[in-house]
């Protein structure tokens, strides 16, 4: 969402990824790479294996991915057959934002703020065990 080309929508496909290491510093590199790469294009492109990026915000991403929820602290929602999670980062989604997600579900983990990766851990561990 940062200026000047906001929106960019980053896709990473873990069946095709390639070059992505277990670091940060190589995922940086790899989305800075992107975006150099994505600057003048439009639609949607590959910009390494595994990687795409494309010119859509929020409420087109909702749009296209199946039975999302939002992950919140707050959340008092049963996750059934939830299977898009949707996370703040180091900050809850802005208001902007939440006026998008106050139409899906909201499922807690617990009344605990967790860090991030440790929802999408939990995440995973769930849907593992609904198989
Ligand atoms: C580190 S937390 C956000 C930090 C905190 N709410 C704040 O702004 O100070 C990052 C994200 O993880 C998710 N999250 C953290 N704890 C959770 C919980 N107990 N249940 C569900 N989601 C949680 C939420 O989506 C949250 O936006």
């Known amino acids: 969402m940062a200026p000047p080309n906001a929106p960019i929508t980053v896709h ?4 095709k990824i390639r070059y992505l290491n277990p670091d940060e510093r190589s995922t940086a ?3 800075r790479n992107g975006l150099i790469k994505y600057k003048n ?3 949607l492109v ?3 294996p595994g990687i795409s990026m494309e010119r859509i915000g929020l409420e087109q991403v909702l749009k296209k991915l199946p039975n ?3 992950l919140s602290e707050n959340g008092s929602d049963e996750i059934e057959n ?3 999670f949707i996370l703040g980062d180091d900050r809850d989604p802005t208001d902007e934002e ?3 997600l106050e139409k899906i579900p909201n499922i807690s983990l617990g009344k605990e703020s967790l860090l991030s990766s440790a929802c999408v851990t939990l995440i ?3 849907l593992d065990s609904n198989k």
């Open 12 to 15: 990473f496909s873990g069946g």
């Open 29 to 31: 590199a790899l989305i």
């Open 41 to 43: 294009e439009n639609g």
């Open 46 to 48: 590959e910009t390494s």
């Open 68 to 70: 999302p929820v939002l």
């Open 82 to 84: 939830a299977n898009t």
């Open 98 to 100: 939440m006026k998008l």
């Open 124 to 126: 995973h561990h769930h």
